[in-house]
């Protein structure tokens, strides 16, 4: 947690008991069911107060990283106050070379994020992207996106493929972004054209893979879209050698055991 919330925090009704170096929650009884109750009772203050924003009313798991034990159920807007784990689902849509049989990517499909969008307006997103909630595995979260965010029908992401999860953990405004994306590549036909269902994308571009990669490198695009882009990059050889690994060991410390897939 950010220790410049400690303060506010320990000002909370229900609050746990804020120590120099960490926070520590004394469970009563009840269960499940009391610390849901004691969370959503806090969050909401801490709301009130200005450190949880972009409230969402979407419930996510608040689960223990080391064994992926759900511990409570907590509003999605507080996970970057509380600093806890959360799952993404993202999928590169990308298109072959129609005249080269089982040749490179040619080009990847980057969506623009809605000028509203609580988080991260109006930058560039993956093709797929989004949170997993709770009562989802990251594979079924991006069916829905598939939808939600491009038209896909369930039959189409039937090609999708999981390539593997990396880690983010990063210092925000909010708090801290500690999330697993569980990255997914799609390959879509020459003639396809998505379309955004929930408004929440603001428009679509199919780029030459140089012009997309320059976005991820850049400022423009969201850190977990880069991360999951520039992966898409290297497991494609697509960059040059001396660049490749320098991302590589970059990213290799990101990568999660695949074992964990199965979540």
Not at 139 to 163: C, I, K, T
Request: glycine residues 10%.
């Amino acid at each position: 947690m950010a220790r410049a919330h400690l303060p506010l925090l320990a000002q909370c009704a229900d609050a746990p008991h804020v120590g120099e170096d960490r926070v520590v929650w004394h469970d009563g009884a009840g269960g499940l069911d009391a610390r849901d109750a004691r969370l959503a009772r806090m969050n909401q203050e801490l709301r009130s107060l200005g450190l949880i924003r972009g409230w969402r009313d979407e419930a996510f798991a608040l689960v223990d990283p080391a064994s992926l034990r759900v511990l409570a159920r907590i509003e999605r807007a507080a996970a970057r106050f509380w600093g806890t784990l959360t799952f993404g689902a993202h999928a590169n849509g990308y298109v072959r070379d129609p005249g080269r049989t089982g040749g490179p990517p040619m080009h990847l499909w980057i969506a623009q994020r809605s000028a509203t969008k609580a988080t991260d307006p109006g930058k560039y997103d993956n093709l797929i992207g989004g949170g997993v909630p709770e009562g989802q595995s990251p594979a079924q979260a991006l069916v829905r996106e598939g939808w939600e965010e491009a038209g896909l029908q369930p039959a189409q992401m039937s090609a999708v493929r999981a390539v593997g999860i990396l880690c983010l953990k990063r210092d925000i405004a909010e708090g801290l972004q500690f999330e697993w994306l569980h990255a997914y590549d799609l390959r879509l036909p020459e003639e396809f054209a998505p379309q955004n269902q929930d408004g929440e994308v603001a428009g679509f571009r199919c780029l030459p893979l140089d012009e997309a990669l320059a976005l991820a490198a850049g400022e423009q695009m969201t850190v977990d879209a880069a991360l999951v882009t520039l992966d898409f990059a290297l497991r494609h050889a697509l960059l040059p050698a001396d660049a490749a690994r320098a991302l590589e060991a970059g990213l290799a410390p990101r990568r999660i055991d695949n074992a964990i897939q199965a979540f």
